[in-house]
């Protein structure tokens, strides 16, 4: 079974929520260039100082991703998430 992985990108600070947004911009460009699957791309204000742009992936295309990207982080994605 593929597994389904959240590549995780954090942006700190007063405007990490427009740098996060402007991100996701970034991401939806590489994937449609590449002409890569993805679930879902999207940002998350996790406090007044610390936002994160997220694209949900297939475990085949994670390395093509990471590679090209540098994600700060991943994480097995919820099944809900991928809606």
Not at 66 to 75: D, F, I, M, S
Request: glycine share 4%; with cysteine; net charge positive.
């Amino acid at each position: 079974m593929n597994r389904i992985l959240k590549l995780i990108w954090d942006f700190k600070g007063p405007d990490g929520l427009g740098t996060a947004k402007h991100h996701c911009i970034h991401l939806k460009e590489f994937a449609s260039r590449e002409q890569l699957h993805y679930y879902k791309i999207d940002c998350k204000e996790i406090s007044e100082l610390h936002a994160a742009a997220f694209i949900i992936v297939d475990e085949m295309d994670m390395k093509t991703y990471r590679n090209a990207l540098k994600p700060h982080r991943g994480e097995l994605a919820k099944p809900q998430e991928t809606s």
